[in-house]
């Protein structure tokens, strides 16, 4: 084996509904070069098998979902062992990650002792409140990732850092961050990793590069999502590409 190359999706592999022009065969190539890929996700709205299929879906590779790593599951992690009740501010990935861990949901907030919150597509005031309280009476509070945005093909929308501060706001609480480029996510990743370098191709640089940048990993910067322009860009990626049609050859060279 090559080594290990870490992949972003949003923005990197789909954007939106559909697939990264060649993301498919870009994955492919890079696969028979001998690397082991996974996928790295802060978006904690889909469960891990769902996000294989919308890879599936929108490139055609074949990802299973033991490939992929979400700040959901980073959460799940954290909280597992610490707290026995959630409530939940996002999506179905949350609950499906901490049900895995042996961490039960409510959807009481008196009955929670952790709240933890992600991108939530039906995020409301009436919730907000519920979390609030939640958190003002003792429990404690866990994002899921403090992305504030993310991609999608009509521009940037709120991610799950927009919900999460307007939680802090309510609470009076910082929230203990779980995905990329936090310890949690960089414990996750680092124990799936075999023999060989490790590369992470990304396209937010607070995010997938400060991740690698932490562990000394590799960094590849496409200009498919967040970032379409690399001047400037801290901490520094090792290389800029394109898109992902490019990383193979790169990381032949």
């Known amino acids: ?14 954007l939106g509904g559909q697939g990264i022009p060649g993301a498919g065969a870009s994955l492919r190539e890079t696969e028979e070069a001998g690397y082991q890929l996974l996928f790295c996700t802060n978006n904690s709205s889909r469960g891990r098998e769902s996000t294989a299929e919308k890879i599936r879906r929108t490139t055609g590779f074949p990802a299973s979902a033991d490939q992929v790593i979400s700040s959901a599951t980073a959460a799940a992690h954290l909280v597992a062992g ?23 949901t409510t959807t009481d907030w008196r009955h929670a002792d952790v709240v933890v919150v992600g991108v939530d597509f039906d995020f409301t ?10 958190v003002r009476g003792g429990a404690w509070l866990v994002a899921t990732n403090r992305d504030s945005t993310y991609p999608t093909p009509e521009g940037l929308a709120p991610g799950a850092g927009s919900v999460v501060a307007a939680v802090e706001a309510a ?8 995905g990329k480029p936090e310890v949690p996510m960089r414990s996750l990743i680092t124990s799936r990793l ?30 498919t999502g967040v970032t379409d322009d690399a001047a400037g860009v801290r901490p520094p990626p ?16």
Request: hydrophobic residues 50%; negative net charge; without cysteine.
């Open 1 to 14: 084996m090559s080594g290990t190359v870490v992949f972003d999706l949003d923005g990197v592999v789909y």
């Open 171 to 178: 609470s009076g609480t910082a929230a203990v961050a779980a």
């Open 82 to 104: 610490r707290a026995r009740r959630a409530f939940v501010v996002g999506g179905e990935g949350i609950v499906e990650a901490l049900a895995e861990s042996g961490v039960e």
């Open 238 to 253: 090792d290389h800029v590409v394109a898109s992902i049609t490019d990383v193979p050859r790169l990381l032949a060279l």
């Open 194 to 223: 075999g023999a060989g370098p490790v590369w992470v191709v990304g396209d937010r640089p607070d995010t997938d590069l400060a991740m690698a940048h932490a562990e000394g990993w590799g960094s590849i910067l496409v200009l």
């Open 125 to 134: 005031y009436a919730k907000l409140s519920d979390a609030m309280a939640a």
